[in-house]
């Protein structure tokens, strides 16, 4: 079982930056990868970027350039540095753990809601 904690979202103009964090209930390099997923209404869920358990990133081309994932293995946190956000950018974000200890399975934070305005 992973719990997943997401903090950071909120309102910012175009152009603005902000940051989410993402706090796991367990040793993040146990993880096999984890990562941050945004849901837009009436929109199915997107994946943006992710992180593998020995610090490998990928990037989603949406947000390539713009998001800078990172993690704290000492806190056991994963950050999303988002910058030159948009309105597009609108949604709510949701980490999300990919674990395979115990059974392939995904874990989902409670998402935390970011709004760029025009």
């Known amino acids: 079982q992973v719990h997943l904690v997401e903090s950071g979202g909120g309102f910012v103009e175009s152009g603005g930056s902000l940051r989410l964090s993402c706090k796991a209930s367990?040793?993040?390099?146990?993880?096999?990868?984890m990562g941050w997923y945004r849901q837009a209404p009436g929109k199915q869920r997107e994946r943006l970027a992710m992180i593998t358990s020995t610090g490998g990133t990928i990037y989603e081309d949406s947000v390539k350039g713009r998001f800078t994932l990172s993690r704290d293995v000492t806190m056991n946190t994963i950050d999303l540095q988002m910058s030159s956000l948009k309105p597009e950018d609108t949604a709510t974000y949701y980490c999300?753990?990919?674990?395979?200890?115990?059974?392939?399975?995904?874990?989902w934070g409670q998402g935390t809601q970011v709004t760029v305005s025009s």
């Open positions: 367990i040793s993040i390099t146990s993880i096999h990868m």
């Open positions: 999300n753990a990919f674990h395979i200890t115990s059974g392939p399975q995904d874990y």
